[in-house]
């Protein structure tokens, strides 16, 4: 089996993420919003092809230990599914980089319902690094990009 591209596996579920990454947490509400609806869409990587990112192999669904490869500006994605959380009010997954990845790190995608105002909340938590010499190369530019493509996911969540 392949080897992930770092040794922090999880560590996106932690409230404080593992140094020497960028890191990135951002959170966006989704209302009152159906949550098993919303899960159907974060499980099924609609969230991930809602926002320009083509999955190429892989299962349909979200699966523990799962290889997933995706393509994005002709770069291919190969990601591992490294955690998988179905809570009555939490629904989360977090994927991990492996070989060929652009980066090196994990990235999580979580739909957080609260209990009393019924609200959904959508938060993206990911630490990463350049893994190739190319997002070396663009430096500042692939952190704009990060930053574009989490929001872009944040809005893919709802329903």
Not at 32 to 58: F, K, N, P, Y
């Amino acid at each position: 089996m392949v080897e992930l591209t770092y040794d922090e596996v999880g560590a996106t579920a932690d409230v404080v993420l593992p140094p020497g990454y960028h890191h990135l947490r951002v959170s966006r509400s989704l209302g009152r919003i159906d949550l098993d609806v919303a899960t159907e869409i974060l499980m099924t990587w609609q969230v991930q092809e809602r926002s320009g990112v083509r999955q190429v192999a892989g299962p349909d669904r979200v699966a523990l230990g799962a290889d997933v490869t995706f393509r994005f500006l002709a770069q291919m994605i190969p990601c591992r599914v490294v955690q998988v959380v179905v809570e009555p009010d939490l629904r989360a997954f977090a994927y991990g980089t492996l070989p060929g990845h652009p980066e090196t790190g994990e990235e999580r995608f979580e739909l957080r319902r609260d209990r009393s105002t019924r609200e959904v909340t959508a938060t993206i938590t990911a630490f990463s690094n350049p893994g190739t010499w190319r997002t070396r190369l663009v430096g500042p530019a692939g952190r704009v990009l990060q930053r574009v493509m989490t929001r872009r996911y944040l809005a893919a969540m709802a329903p």
